[in-house]
């Protein structure tokens, strides 16, 4: 076993540092996750790995306890990987396999944050440029988006892209102006004239990077030979990015309201959210929230509207009150 625990956030800001979870378990505290938070004793909580791969979080008596997820520790818990834990203000995730983690540092790619979870399928994308292959990403829309933006600047020219939901006629856009990449977000199935607009562009130099969902309808009455060429490369865009939401987090709330106070509280939420909720709405309905709050005002669980208690009860989880 390979067990481990990622520090992704900790005092109000992103973190990515990975912490090994040896068999006989581990006892963290204030020296082992961050000697700045205060709420921390010595010796906080013991991890501990079983034999049949699930993680024993154990409580050791610090004032402001530990959670998983929204649950107060009460003794010991016990479940299996990913876990989301949280040690007074700072925030980890277990997870089953701690290698693909390590000697990984958090990078951009556009707006979208890279760590452990997508470092693989950035390397895919990157050797698919390189090759000039076209490529599907199939997954959440937002990070396909960046993703293709990346794909895009190493082919090098113009680029566009296009969300079918929203756009016109994607063939009569795609006449335009020449592009060297095309991003095509497939949120709906291609028109006849449309799909004769993309087979055109299949011939040339121009390279698609195609976004679908899983279980999508997009490619349906596609001919066959067109859906081939778009999914020349297919890769799958992971579908819990625990490792790396914070920082963008971090990023929606600060571009709105420079140098607010976030709580480990919202870290906590809108990581809870990713596990059974897509992330594109999940990052949509908190962005939407952020953008009506107030920033004079204590920004708490209940203005989240999501369907669960804030773990840290009394604190606010966006404002300034907090030091």
């Known amino acids: 076993m390979h067990g481990g625990a990622i520090i992704v956030w900790s005092?109000?800001?992103?973190?990515?540092?990975?912490?090994?979870?040896?068999?006989?378990?581990?006892?963290?505290?204030?020296?082992?996750?961050?000697?700045?938070?205060?709420?921390?004793?010595?010796?906080?909580?013991?991890?501990?790995?079983?034999?049949?791969?699930?993680?024993?979080?154990?409580?050791?008596?610090?004032?402001?306890?530990?959670?998983?997820?929204?649950t107060r520790v009460t003794g010991a818990y016990m479940g299996p990987a990913p876990l989301i834990v949280l040690a007074s203000r700072t925030v980890l995730v277990l997870v089953k396999d701690i290698r693909p983690f390590r000697g990984v540092s958090l990078s951009q790619r556009g707006d979208l944050t890279v760590a452990g979870t997508s470092a693989e399928l950035c390397r895919a994308v990157d050797a698919a440029a390189l090759a000039e292959q076209n490529i599907t990403l199939d997954g959440t829309f937002w990070v396909g988006r960046e993703l293709g933006r990346s794909y895009a600047e190493r082919i090098g020219g113009?680029?566009?892209?296009?969300?079918?939901?929203?756009?016109?006629?994607?063939?009569?856009?795609?006449?335009?102006?020449?592009?060297?990449?095309?991003?095509?977000?497939?949120?709906?199935?291609?028109?006849?004239?449309?799909?004769?607009?993309?087979?055109?562009?299949?011939?040339?130099?121009?390279?698609?990077?195609?976004?679908?969902?899983?279980?999508?309808?997009?490619?349906?009455?596609?001919?066959?030979?067109?859906?081939?060429?778009?999914?020349?490369?297919?890769?799958?865009?992971?579908?819990?990015?625990?490792?790396?939401?914070?920082?963008?987090?971090?990023?929606?709330?600060?571009?709105?309201?420079?140098?607010?106070?976030i709580s480990e509280s919202v870290i906590v939420h809108v990581l809870y959210q990713a596990f059974s909720r897509d992330e594109d709405d999940v990052l949509r309905e908190?962005?939407?929230?952020?953008?009506?709050?107030?920033?004079?005002?204590?920004?708490?669980?209940?203005?989240?509207?999501?369907?669960?208690?804030d773990p840290t009860g009394n604190y606010c989880i966006v404002g300034r009150s907090r030091p």
């Not at 291609?190 to 490619?219: I, M």
């Not at 349906?220 to 297919?234: A, K, N, Y």
Request: glycine content about 6%; some cysteine; charged content about 25%.
């Open 11 to 70: 005092c109000g800001k992103p973190r990515y540092d990975v912490i090994e979870i040896p068999v006989e378990g581990v006892t963290l505290g204030r020296f082992e996750l961050d000697e700045n938070d205060n709420g921390l004793r010595g010796d906080h909580l013991r991890i501990e790995l079983t034999q049949q791969g699930y993680y024993k979080v154990v409580d050791l008596g610090g004032s402001n306890g530990v959670f998983v997820f929204t």
């Open 158 to 261: 113009a680029h566009i892209f296009i969300d079918a939901r929203i756009a016109g006629r994607i063939d009569e856009m795609l006449s335009a102006t020449r592009y060297r990449t095309v991003i095509l977000a497939l949120t709906r199935p291609l028109a006849e004239h449309e799909v004769a607009g993309v087979a055109t562009w299949l011939e040339t130099d121009t390279r698609f990077v195609t976004v679908v969902k899983p279980q999508a309808v997009s490619f349906v009455g596609m001919p066959p030979d067109v859906r081939t060429r778009l999914t020349e490369h297919h890769l799958q865009i992971p579908r819990m990015r625990l490792d790396e939401l914070a920082p963008t987090i971090h990023e929606i709330i600060q571009e709105r309201y420079p140098g607010t106070h």
């Open 286 to 309: 908190f962005t939407t929230m952020v953008e009506r709050w107030h920033p004079q005002s204590q920004f708490r669980s209940r203005d989240l509207k999501w369907a669960y208690p």
